[in-house]
C-alpha cells in the first residue's frame, strides 16, 4: 500500500505541478492568473490520444504535435483574453475573460472529441506495477521542465528578458524590450508546459474533457502553497499534494479525501499567506 500511495501520488503531484508551472509562466510576463492553465492541461491528453492513438502518429511527432497545438492556444489567451484586460483600468476583469476562454475550450472539446473518458496509448512501454511508465513519466516531465526553465533563465537571453519583464516591465520597456512579443512567448511556453502535463500524465488521466476544471483547481494550490511565481515552489507543493491526496484516498477516500485536501490547503494559508516558500511583500513607506 505505501509503494502504490508513493508511486500514484507522485505520479499525480508532478501532474499538479507542472499545471502550477503553467501559472506561474503565464504570470509572469503579465500579472494575469488564466483559468486556462487546466485547459490546457486537459487538451494535453485530449491531443496526444487523437494524434498517436487515433491518427497512428509515431509518438515523438504525437508530442511535438500536441505541443505546437497547445502553444498555439497559449498565443490565443493572450490576444483574446489577457491583453485586452490589461489595457483595461480594471484589470481584475481577467477572471471573466480567462474563465470564459477556459469554458469556450472545455465545451468545445466536449462537442467535437467526447463526453466520456477516451483511452491514451502508452507510450513508452517500459515497466510494471508500481514501476509502470504511467507512474515515472510524469515525474521525469516535470524534472526536465523545471531544469529546462532553470536553464532557459539563468543562460539565455530570451530567458533573462523573460526574468526582466517578470522583475519590472515599466523599467523592462524603458530598456527597449518588446514586452508584448516576450508575453506572447511566454504564453507560448506555458501552453507547452501544459499541454506536457496532460500528455505524460494521459495514461492516469486518460483523454477526458472534464480533466480541465479538475487540473485548474488542483494545479492552483501548488502555486499559493509555493508561493506566486516559485516554479520551485510549485513542484514541491505539487508533489507534497499529490502524496497527501492520494494517502487521503487511500485511508478515507470518496468525498473526504477532498475535504482533507480543501482544510490542509486552508491551514497552510492560514498560516503563510504567501506560501511556503514565498516571501511576504514589502512595501516602501
Known sequence: ?????????LAVGAVYALIGITYNTMFSTSRVMSFTAGQLGMLGGVFGSLFVLRLGLPVPLGLLATLSCCALLGVVTEVVAVR???KSLDQHLYVLSTLAVALLIQHATALEWSTEPQPFPRLVGIG????????????????????GLEYLYRYTLVGRAFVAIAEDNFAARALGLPERNLRMASYALAGAVGALAGFAGGQLLLAFFANGPLLNFYGFIPVA???????????IGGLLLGLFQQAANFMVGGIFSSVAVFTLFIIVLLARPQGMFGAPAARRV
Open 1 to 9: 500500500m505505501l509503494a502504490s500511495i508513493l508511486a500514484s501520488g
Open 84 to 86: 485586452p484586460v490589461l
Open 128 to 147: 510494471a506495477g508500481i514501476w509502470d511508465e504511467k507512474y515515472w513519466l510524469p515525474v521525469v516531465a516535470c524534472a526536465a521542465t523545471i531544469l
Open 225 to 235: 502553497l509555493g508561493g506566486l511565481g516559485n516554479n520551485r515552489g510549485a513542484v
